[in-house]
């Protein structure tokens, strides 16, 4: 049972996905989109959750789940049962990485734990996302990425100094765990296959969705441990350099990021106050730091007077850092992501056609692509278990009634 051809650099690769929701899957979508061949298991009763978040179109399919379930192959099994169990581990024989995010212990007592899959598979790679991680006193918690947004430091760390912490309108927190996921699965499978000359064993995985948001924070542990210094909210600005910050315009909004000496001194020029290049305060980013409300104030007093495209168009021509605040429709129009196509459309037996994330990043000779949007609940049961594990269409049929599939 090798992986079904596809296009790009991860062509070849197999993967089996158990995990629901957002963090393990967000990984195997970047992974589908490089060209793996990913092979979804969702339960026969009740699918991912994801396929009844918003926005939804009028007939009831969710577009979240036409983002996150490209590219995978959906078959629905229950892992809980005998059957199941055996069922999963067919699947697994030939797979290099196998995703879960159920709570530590559950693939366990499912007899789906590290021990039972190498036992069919040694080079398998399993990848383990929960609350915590696998070990430690909170382990057996269950853990979503809004607790460890609060955990992590980020939640305190964001937002405005005069207001609540601040959660991020994004999974963040699960959406981080899965770039570390699937950056640390690649790092797996070249130390099997590749590195010294390759193990050729398979590992355990362990990522928590709390530490890879925590690790962002670089510099921070160091400077508590020698300082005690504990990071508080800055709003718009950045506790290490200044300029930066949101800054209002005559019609809105527009970002700028000043943060070395030279963009400084540019930037006073455009906004034609070049007596703030040796002002005491301003001498050095450390001074503009510390002095950031005043400065923030001199340059906000220029941009109010100008459209966003105007202050834009004069700070550019000085060679600043800037640039607007987007919203979706305006990420829709701009010239520079339709030039790069960043939004691609895909025609959908669901819903039609429908534009959605061209592969991110770019490859110049094994690009990614997006073969298919979400699929529906066990789409692919008869390709897999018929076409692939080579079940007749009577055993398909028993195992549907007796709820296994």
Known sequence: ?????????????RVIDMSGMISGAFATTML?????DVVMVEHPKVGDPIREWPQKTPDGTSLSWKSLGRNKRCVTLDLGSDRGR???LTLIAEADLVFEN??????????????DIHEVNERAIMVRLSGYGQTGPKSHKPGFGTIAEGISGWAHANGFPDREPLLPPISLADLTAAQFALQSSLMALFERDIGRGGSGKGQVIDVS?????????????????????????????????????????????????????KIFERVAHAIDKPELIDDDRFETNATRVEHADVLDAEIETWTKQRSTAEAIEILEENDAIVGPVYDMADIFADEQFRSREAIIEVEDTDIGATKTFAPVPRFSRTPGEVEFLGPKHGEHNTEVYMGELGFSEEELETLEADGVI
Do not use: C, K
């Open 1 to 13: 049972m090798t992986a079904r051809s596809r296009h790009g650099p991860l062509d070849g690769l």
């Open 32 to 36: 589908g989109d490089f060209g793996a």
């Open 86 to 88: 055996e069922i999963a």
């Open 102 to 115: 159920f709570r530590p212990g559950t693939m366990e007592r499912w007899g789906l734990g590290p021990d």
């Open 209 to 261: 969705l709390t530490e890879p948001l925590w690790r962002l924070f670089f510099g921070e542990v160091e400077a508590y441990d020698r300082q005690e210094h504990i990071r508080e909210r800055t709003g718009n600005r950045h506790p290490n350099t200044a300029p930066r910050n949101i800054y209002e315009t005559a019609d809105g909004y527009m970002t700028m990021s000043a943060s070395n000496q």
